[in-house]
């Protein structure tokens, strides 16, 4: 069974502008929040994470972002001004815009890498986007970001990193979906599992490349797996969506949002708003709670209140 988790289940914040949900391992709660936008106070078994999301570092378009060079470093500036810094920072794709020129994609990974590197944080994760990987098969991204998928181990929690991207007919392929077999394998039933990728792995809406060709076998893998939540990026909004006890969150875009799943007669870019700018921008704070077995989202609106 699956079920979308309308935004109306959301608990809008004063602030700054954060939003907060508690997503529950097999069930959803409201967390408190205190008064500068934070889910409370970490506990000693507890950590938060960062999540940011399609920087398009390269993008250019006046109608679109005409502060394009500038969002990416105010958002590493934002996280830096965390009052509590997080465990780590992940980037879940695309994180330079696409070019056919093999040499300018190096250069703006180049460049993405120079700004990321003002991170407090020196922990960061990457992943690929289409954007990162699907003309080159990620070749360019494995020489400055490593590997396209990997898995690591956090505090109690197996991150599992998939790559959906750098097949251009958007699968995951054989080989990766047997290498995740043989992670999943190591772990028991109940153990906690975020999965971190660029693409949706459910059909969100197919029509506008919003699915993973094959995600479907690598969900039936983690079905047996009790307590899992996939955090994701590619569609430049919040979503959230369940399938059966799995839920799937997609971030905000840090250079355009686009709209709502065939809400539009394309997929394209929503124009620049000069009224509200950097409308639909963002970045979240996730806290996991090991004690409760859920995560806390934050969701952080990005220069509210600044005009370019």
Do not use: C
Request: hydrophobic share 40%; charged share 20%; net charge neutral.
């Amino acid at each position: 069974m699956r079920s979308f988790i309308d935004r109306r289940s959301f608990l809008k914040l004063t602030g700054l502008g954060g939003i907060v949900f508690a997503s529950g391992l097999g069930f959803d709660v409201m967390a408190k929040t205190n008064g500068n936008g934070k889910s409370g106070e970490l506990h000693h078994n507890d950590f938060f994470f960062v999540q940011l999301s399609d920087t398009h570092w390269g993008f250019s378009g006046n109608a679109i972002n005409p502060d394009a060079q500038l969002t990416l470093p105010k958002a590493i500036d934002r996280v830096n001004a965390l009052k509590h810094q997080p465990d780590f920072v992940v980037f879940t794709g695309d994180l330079t815009h696409t070019t056919d020129d093999p040499q300018q994609r190096r250069q703006r990974m180049k460049e993405f890498s120079a700004i990321v590197s003002t991170l407090r944080v020196k922990n960061i994760r990457f992943i690929p986007g289409e954007h990162d990987a699907s003309l080159d098969q990620g070749e360019a991204y494995r020489e400055f970001f490593g590997p396209l998928h990997y898995s690591f181990d956090h505090k109690g929690i197996h991150f599992i990193v998939l790559d959906n991207v750098s097949d251009p007919a958007a699968n995951l392929g054989a080989p990766q979906l047997d290498w995740l077999k043989a992670d999943l394998e190591q772990l028991k039933p109940e153990a906690p599992i975020v999965v971190l990728t660029h693409r949706p792995l459910f059909d969100l809406y197919p029509q506008w490349d919003w699915f993973t060709r094959d995600g479907q076998a690598a969900i039936e893998m983690l079905l047996p797996h009790r307590n899992v939540a996939v955090f994701y990026g590619h569609i430049h909004q919040e979503h959230q969506y369940k399938t059966e006890h799995i839920a799937h969150y997609a971030a905000k875009s840090l250079i355009f949002p686009l709209p709502a799943p065939g809400s539009a007669p394309k997929r394209a870019p929503i124009p620049w708003d000069t009224a509200k700018p950097y409308s639909g921008l963002g970045f979240r704070n996730v806290k996991a709670s090991l004690r409760k077995h859920d995560y806390a989202i934050n969701e952080q609106v990005l220069g509210e209140g600044e005009k370019p």
